[in-house]
């Protein structure tokens, strides 16, 4: 059940992991997601799909190890089994009619933006990219994106890899280079996607963004991924995961993301002192 | 010669500043003296109105006699061929409004403890038993249970018992549905639910977790895959909000992600990995089964302070009188004829008050209920830093949006024709909560029982 058929470390603390599931690899679509259970008495953890192979039966998720559930989930190694998986979850993201788009990456969301663009450019959609990351170690993804995008940026915080900046001001000079976008898909961290619609906003550019709040189930039955968007509230796990990212109430869904805050820095704590006495 | 006490034989049951302080179970179940004492307090009556009142039928009277005899064994024969999960029943059935309530002992005293018999022979059973269930001979027609919850593993049980072969797909990491996710430990031990689905397992039931139908496969697929029919108990999970300002901010809560991560995702255990807010001063919204659990649960994990906040009035709690009871007892604090209208948040979006308005009852509405109004200038603030909104759920709509041809009515619940549970769909057969809305444990298994007769009549004239 759910065997890890590869696991490969793409930076200090971003991992790429392929599982069997082939009941989920024959349904998979770029921005859906997955909940994995690392052992019997782990948390439930919400993943959005980084790549599907539909002929191998594999899906690959790819994970940044911040808390202890990505720890823990860390400790499995190519060969081992997932407790549980289940999947695809939540609305695919839409493609259909995007002539050009430009995407937008930041840290580890790459991962989840990787797969929309290579849809779109299999499809025959122009498509750009703009990824940005802290500095050059925690880069991720370069040669696949570059694959298929016809334009790319790649910022770093610091300039230690590409050009020093944020993503937000390459996607601002893109737009003001003349690049008439049918959209911008912009992933990653909340505060990235904020400052991105703000800049979309300016030029009347539809932006699509993806959301990752606290959920259990993934499949509507806690409300505990609910949003507001255009002044409904929206389950992220069943209405998205991506949503019209003018109409998200962004403050509201950054202040939510910090609800766990303290636990999580204690589990962190805890199983960062267990896996210590494990190495000793 | 009956036992003609007016009283029910008292069920033990933990101190209530002990138990509201612990998981472990509230009542601890007859003793074998107890039950027989009990038992001789049935007057086996020829025109068994209890046996009316049970949406499972279960053979009430004849059940009751062989615990009388000190046949125990026997009594579990008898429970069996009605119910698939008697302990859950006895546990969580409300026995007030149904077979004791037309019970004949009930006119002139207390009605015969039906309930805590029926615990108290499954707990025997589950205890002594040495016979192995077998696996009856397989028919070689193979039907789809869609949900491991109490109408869905009724019905499995029922076909398997017919000899199909039945496999129940659930979206969950566990079966059992609200008996696993809703339902606390200390009104129903998850063990005692394992044991159950444990038994069907034996009878040939095979269940696969972690697929989410309407996702992972489609109704269509199942067809495909050669299932003949199929059944929908896939209940009424998605938690209604009130839409009120502040219901975003952190610490409001559905009952439904309360308890699951409480009961499910086990976050009541000290070392548990499940996050939860550690709550001094708790309102939960709603006056029925699902407040009172969410409320005890709170006080259980540390809260000083726990109100119901309810809009009608003590008399119009929909929650079993028991349920409340036990509530009062565990120092839970009832705020009737009050609704709130605001959350209020503190700098940080944490919850720190709710805005609540004093209500009075008018004329009956449609429910037959009289109408909460509010009160002018009632306005005051509850102290509390968690909310939990206990106010309802509706029937989840991953199936309905993905299988072509299956009616629903406005509130999202699948059509049925009868009490068969046929929906639109040719060999598509539903019952439970997904069908009447949040309702009962046992109205759900009496509608997986009926289904299963359906299509096993559907499949033997096809």
Redesign the interface.
């Known amino acids: 059940m759910f065997e890890i058929v590869s696991k490969k470390a793409l930076n200090p603390t971003v991992v790429r992991m392929t599982i069997h599931a082939p ?2 690899a024959r ?1 998979a679509e770029p921005g859906q997601f997955v909940i994995l ?1 690392a052992g019997e ?4 953890l919400p993943l959005t799909v980084a790549d599907f192979d539909r002929e191998a039966g594999s899906v690959t998720i790819i994970y940044q190890i911040v808390g ?2 990505t720890m ?1 989930l860390n400790t499995l190694e190519q060969g081992d089994c997932l ?7 939540g609305v695919a993201t839409h493609t259909d009619g995007l002539k050009k788009v430009c995407i937008v990456g930041g840290g580890v969301g790459c991962a989840i933006a990787y797969p929309v663009a290579k849809k779109l450019h299999g499809l025959g959609a122009e498509v750009h990219s703009v990824i940005g990351f802290r500095n050059r170690d925690l880069v991720i993804l370069e040669d696949d994106f570059r694959k298929v995008s016809s334009e790319m940026r790649l910022m770093t915080d610091d300039g230690s890899h590409g050009e020093k900046g944020l993503v937000t001001a390459a996607l601002e000079k893109l737009i003001q280079e003349g690049n008439q976008y049918d959209e911008v898909i912009a992933i990653g961290p909340l505060v990235m996607m904020k400052f991105v619609c703000q800049v979309t906003k300016k030029y009347g550019v539809k932006t699509v963004v993806s959301m990752n709040p606290i959920m ?2 993934g ?6 991924c ?3 968007v255009g002044g409904e ?1 929206k389950f992220a796990c ?1 209405d998205g995961p991506d949503f019209d990212g003018h109409l998200v ?1 962004f403050d ?1 869904a950054i ?2 993301s ?3 805050r303290e ?2 820095a204690h ?1 962190r704590e805890a199983s960062c002192n267990l896996l210590k006495k494990e190495v000793e | 010669m009956p036992n003609m006490d007016p009283k029910k034989t008292p069920m033990p049951s933990q101190e209530p500043c002990i138990r509201n302080g612990n998981f472990k179970e509230v009542a601890l179940g007859y003793t074998a003296e107890m039950a027989v004492n009990e038992a001789k307090r049935c007057l086996n009556c020829k025109n068994k109105p209890c046996v009316s009142a049970c949406p499972v039928c279960v053979d009430i009277p004849a059940f009751i006699q062989q615990v009388a005899l000190e046949n125990f064994e026997g009594a579990y024969e008898v429970l069996s061929r009605s119910t698939s999960l008697p302990a859950v029943c006895g546990r969580v059935c409300p026995q007030e409004s149904q077979c004791e309530g037309k019970c004949v002992r009930g006119i002139k005293g207390e009605s015969v403890g039906i309930g805590r018999l029926e615990r108290f022979v499954a707990d025997w059973h589950r205890e002594h038993a040495t016979a192995e269930v077998t696996k009856p001979e397989s028919n070689g027609h193979k039907v789809a249970v869609i949900g491991a919850g109490p109408s869905g593993l009724t019905c499995a049980g029922d076909l398997a018992k017919l000899g199909y072969d039945v496999t129940v797909y659930e979206a969950l990491h566990v079966a059992g549905g609200v008996l696993s996710y809703g339902i606390p430990e200390f009104r129903l031990p998850k063990s005692i639910v394992a044991q159950e689905i444990d038994g069907l397992r034996k009878l040939g039931v095979n269940i696969e977790c972690n697929i989410v139908i309407g996702k992972t496969l489609t109704v269509d697929d199942l067809f495909d895959m050669g299932y003949e029919a199929l059944f929908i108990g896939s209940g009424a999970g998605l938690p209604r909000f009130m839409n009120i300002p502040g219901e975003s901010l952190k610490g409001v809560y559905s009952a439904n992600e309360y308890l699951t991560r409480i009961n499910l995702m086990k976050a009541y255990l000290p070392n548990s990995t499940t996050p939860i807010k550690k709550s001094e001063k708790v309102a939960v919204v709603g006056g029925g089964n699902v407040a009172m659990d969410a409320a005890r649960c709170a006080k259980r994990m540390g809260a000083k302070e726990v109100y119901i906040v309810y809009r009608r009035g003590m008399q119009e709690l929909p929650a079993r009188l028991e349920e409340v009871e036990h509530a009062q007892e565990e120092g839970i604090i009832f705020k009737t004829l009050c609704n709130p209208i605001e959350v209020l948040g503190d700098e940080n979006g944490n919850v720190s008050g709710v805005r609540c308005v004093e209500m009075e009852l008018g004329e009956p509405d449609a429910s037959g209920r009289r109408r909460p109004i509010v009160k002018e200038n009632s306005e005051f603030v509850l102290d509390v830093d968690t909310m939990i909104m206990s106010i309802g759920t509706s029937p989840n709509p991953l199936i309905r949006n993905t299988t072509p041809g299956l009616e629903t009515n406005r509130h999202g619940c699948i059509v049925v024709q009868n009490d068969d549970g046929l929906t639109s769909r040719e060999g598509v057969y539903a019952g439970g909560d997904a069908v009447t809305g949040a309702a009962t444990v046992i109205l759900a298994m009496g509608a997986g029982k009926n289904a299963a007769k359906a299509i096993d009549n559907y499949i033997q004239r096809k």
């Open positions: 009941l989920i349904k259970r008495n782990s948390e439930r202890a559930g823990e407790h549980d998986l289940v999947g695809p979850l259990v189930d499949t509507g039955m806690c409300g505990g609910r949003l507001t509230t069943v109430d509201e202040a939510r910090g609800m766990y636990f999580e589990a």
